[in-house]
């Protein structure tokens, strides 16, 4: 087997692949952020199938203040998967435009995002079931798909910072909060969840171990990706499932929270946050890595991991440091049928 594959596509859809074929894979993606909504705007052109776990550490914005003053989980990484899982038609946009406006005032309602308030009154009308409003929500919205935290209680990220200090740059302090963390200067050693062994919620768990692919990443790696596999008991299932298990890389490192890593480095540190974890496929995109000299590296971390690496052009065409939709779902698309099974998933 080649240690890697280079795939080139176009932007045709891919909606005539995996669903019209009548196999569905059960895909379960996680994640935060406007890396998980990237994965999930692909993947549900894929599979009606698709259930996203969502950080649920955010101490940011609107969800920062509506966690400080209800005590609630975070509801904005929670919402951007909702709007990313709705559908292309008319219903659909609708609704995805309405659950991201932004109140705009000087007062107390300013920067509130309208599907933030929904998702907490819904929590506040069912007894703070968390699950049981995202469900709700997601047939409100006709979301192709399903939402669930990573677990039921709020988060505080801490990350350990070299140099964070900038007259002290050989010192390691503790840095708090996703938001902070996300921004800090400084090269992150490691992060940890504040509780350290926070409860996953059941169904999170359940979706991973009847999965047959397991999708994590593109996203802020230290703040959206890695916070997963500080969950015992989400990591445990990890480790457990059957599922295929692929990465999906940055197209290029975030200023402040990986400013300065390689894709290879990007591994290595999730490799030394989660060590018996072992993946199937590591997905980058072929302009990140343009020579041999640049994948070499990446093959060999990939391998520390166990996984086989992919090369596609998955970023948007007009050079804009984003995902496209249509060729990051042509990507995951050849990775599920060349890993996975062919034809009925189960």
């Known amino acids: 087997m080649k240690p890697y594959r280079r795939r080139t596509s176009s932007t045709l859809s891919v909606r005539r692949t995996l669903r019209r074929r009548g196999a569905q894979p059960k895909v379960v993606a996680l994640g935060g952020g406007m890396g998980l909504s990237a994965s999930l705007a692909s993947l549900r052109r894929i599979t009606g199938d ?200 940055n197209l290029a490192p975030q200023p402040g929270e990986t400013d300065g890593f390689s894709p290879q480095r990007h591994l290595e540190v999730l490799g030394r946050h989660a060590p018996k974890l072992a993946l199937d496929v590591v997905l980058a995109d072929e302009a990140a890595v343009p020579d041999v000299s640049a994948r070499e590296p990446l093959v060999d971390a990939a391998k520390r991991l166990g996984a086989a690496l992919e090369l596609a052009p998955v970023a948007r065409a007009d050079g804009a440091p984003k995902h496209d939709p249509e060729r990051l779902a042509a990507a995951y698309d050849r990775i599920f049928r060349m890993h996975g099974r062919i034809g009925p998933w189960r």
């Open 50 to 249: 698709l259930t996203a776990v969502v950080t649920v550490a955010d101490d940011g914005g609107s969800s920062g203040r509506l966690r400080e003053e209800l005590g609630v989980l975070p509801p904005g990484d929670l919402r951007k998967a909702l709007a990313a899982l709705c559908g292309d038609d008319d219903w659909g946009q609708t609704w995805a435009r309405v659950i991201q406006h932004r109140f705009r005032s000087k007062g107390e309602m300013g920067g509130h995002a309208v599907g933030n308030l929904l998702i907490v009154a819904l929590w506040e009308q069912l007894g703070g079931d968390p699950v049981q409003a995202l469900d709700l929500v997601g047939r409100l919205l006709g979301a192709q798909g399903r939402v669930l935290p990573m677990s039921a209680v709020p988060l505080e990220l801490q990350a350990l910072v070299k140099g964070h200090d900038p007259e002290r740059p050989e010192d390691v302090d503790t840095v708090r909060g996703q938001a902070t963390v996300a921004l800090t200067p400084g090269e992150v050693q490691s992060v940890h969840l504040v509780p350290h062994d926070p409860p996953a919620v059941p169904e999170a768990v359940a979706a991973v171990l009847d999965a047959d692919w397991v999708v994590l990443g593109p996203g802020s790696w230290f703040s959206s990706v890695i916070p997963h596999l500080l969950v015992p008991e989400l990591l445990d299932a990890l480790i457990e499932t059957k599922a295929r298990k692929v990465l999906s890389l």
